[in-house]
């Protein structure tokens, strides 16, 4: 089964600050992957997606993430950080069995914005 | 548009007590999923339903059980609470594709003292 790991429970970057939150992924068959983003009291939303379109993903609220096969990575960046992109960040990838598809999280990159 | 509704948004349970948590969409998705999310643990899948009537385990579906009578709504149970239990629960749903965007509810605390 695909699986992805996160590099770092907690990341703190100052305002202003280019953000890095990191993520590998282990498949194999080239995978869809994710980047969702979970804002305190809330449930998950899409941030954005690779589904081997282009390598280069834009997401919501300026971020944006690269696949790179070669180091099995979905990292996600932005450069610069804003106060209200403190959250939590989860990667994920699709599995499938049984004729479904589900997703496969991290355990998740905690976010903090420091003014 | 309401998305995904969870119901209740926080309950505390005693030790061997039962309770159903009730998620609805009205996106006329297939697919509904219960997640369960524990500090430094991630979201681990515990049930999920592919169609009305139809139900698979997740990845942790011990002491726990699912019914999809209607697909709009996807009932996650608990007949004997345990402490371990103790999380918060999610529920999601999407169209079935392998592009998997998920829209998820707003969770429910449980607590089992």
């Known amino acids: 089964a695909q699986s992805v790991t996160q590099l770092g429970s907690h990341v703190s970057v100052s305002e202003g600050a280019l953000v890095l939150l990191r993520c590998n992924y282990s498949?194999?068959?080239?995978?869809?992957l994710f980047w969702y983003v979970q804002y305190p009291n809330q449930g998950l939303q899409l941030l954005l997606k690779?589904?081997?379109?282009?390598?280069l993903v834009k997401g919501i609220n300026g971020f944006e993430a690269e696949f790179k096969k070669s180091e099995t990575s979905f990292h996600l960046t932005k450069p610069s950080a804003h106060m209200s992109d403190a959250a939590e960040y989860f990667c994920?990838?699709?599995?499938?069995?049984?004729?479904?598809?589900?997703?496969?999280f991290g355990k998740g990159t905690k976010l903090s914005v420091i003014p | 548009n309401a998305g995904v509704t969870q119901t209740p948004k926080f309950r505390v349970l005693k030790t061997g007590q039962s309770m159903t948590l009730l998620c609805a969409q009205d996106?006329?998705?297939?697919?509904m999923y219960w997640y369960r999310q524990d500090p430094g643990m991630g979201l681990r899948l515990i049930h999920y339903?592919?169609?009305?009537?139809?139900?698979a385990k997740g990845e942790v579906p011990d002491g726990y059980n699912v019914s999809r009578l209607k697909k709009q709504n996807f009932l996650l149970g608990l007949e004997s609470a345990a402490p371990s239990q103790t999380s918060v629960y999610f529920c999601?749903?999407?169209?079935?594709?392998?592009?998997?965007?998920?829209?998820f509810g707003s969770g429910t605390q449980l607590s089992v003292l």
């Open positions: 339903s592919v169609g009305e009537g139809t139900t």
């Open positions: 999601a749903s999407n169209d079935g594709s392998r592009v998997v965007k998920l829209f």
């Open positions: 690779y589904t081997s379109a282009a390598t």
């Open positions: 498949s194999s068959v080239p995978p869809y």
């Open positions: 996106m006329n998705h297939e697919y």
């Open positions: 994920a990838v699709t599995n499938s069995g049984a004729g479904s598809y589900q997703l496969t």
